[in-house]
């Protein structure tokens, strides 16, 4: 059972540098999580999707994008990587309907952007 | 906008002692509210999961209860082991929306 799988675990970025952050899931489900957690601040919700081909901002969106490229996969892009945004991004899945909207997380990115 | 907050931000309590995490949120109109424990560089970890329609969940030495009218849910943990250390986080389910407390991070002295 893999659950949730982000890649990669680690990453360091210089400013200005672009990346993108994957996460895949095999649960089936329609709910997809971004979110960045930094000390003290607990999780704040970047975007999330609430069905394939949906996407909607959470609580700072500002410097990310995202895509929703089929049910399975939610990815996270940094165009332009500034120190701020240094971070754990954790990605979470959660099913829809009763019984079946417990939300799993993946193992977490560590981003520095030096 | 939904607020969710956990008191106390840290608590340290003897080994034995039962411990008693609280979680408020200011929409009531949750579609569930989930119990996670953070170990110290690691993921989440869902402990339980309450439905809006539900009063409490309990799983082993845990139980959670939940109050939406009031929005309030309360962790309590029994006889606590030093394997309980970690912080733990609530978070509420809204339009498809999960929304986070900043956790409450608990430290049980043998």
């Known amino acids: 059972n893999a659950g949730v799988t982000q890649t990669p675990k680690f990453q360091v970025l210089k400013t200005g540098q672009s990346m993108t952050l994957q996460c895949a899931q095999d649960?089936?489900?329609?709910?997809m999580y971004w979110y960045r957690q930094d000390p003290g601040m607990g999780l704040r919700l970047i975007y999330y999707?609430?069905?394939?081909?949906?996407?909607d901002k959470g609580e700072v969106p500002n410097g990310y994008n995202v895509s929703r490229l089929n049910k399975r996969e939610f990815s996270l892009r940094l165009e332009s990587a500034a120190p701020s945004q240094t971070s754990v991004y954790f990605c979470?899945?959660?099913?829809?309907?009763?019984?079946?909207?417990?939300?799993?997380f993946g193992q977490g990115t560590r981003l520095t952007v030096v | 906008k939904q607020e969710v907050t956990q008191i106390p931000a840290a608590l340290s309590v003897p080994e034995g002692e039962n411990l008693v995490l609280n979680c408020s949120f200011t929409?009531?109109?949750?579609?569930?509210l989930q119990w996670f424990r953070q170990d110290p560089g690691k993921g989440l970890t869902s402990l339980l999961l309450i439905q809006s329609s539900q009063r409490e969940q309990t799983s082993g030495r845990l139980n959670a209860s939940l109050d939406k009218s009031s929005g309030r849910s309360t962790l309590y943990i029994a006889a606590s082991q030093p394997g309980d250390s970690a912080t733990y986080l609530c978070a509420v389910l809204v339009d498809y929306k999960l929304s986070f407390g900043a956790g409450t991070t608990v430290t049980v002295r043998a």
């Open positions: 929409d009531s109109a949750i579609y569930n």
């Open positions: 979470a899945s959660s099913g829809q309907g009763a019984g079946n909207t417990e939300a799993f």
């Open positions: 649960m089936n489900h329609n709910s």
């Open positions: 999707s609430a069905s394939e081909g949906t996407t």
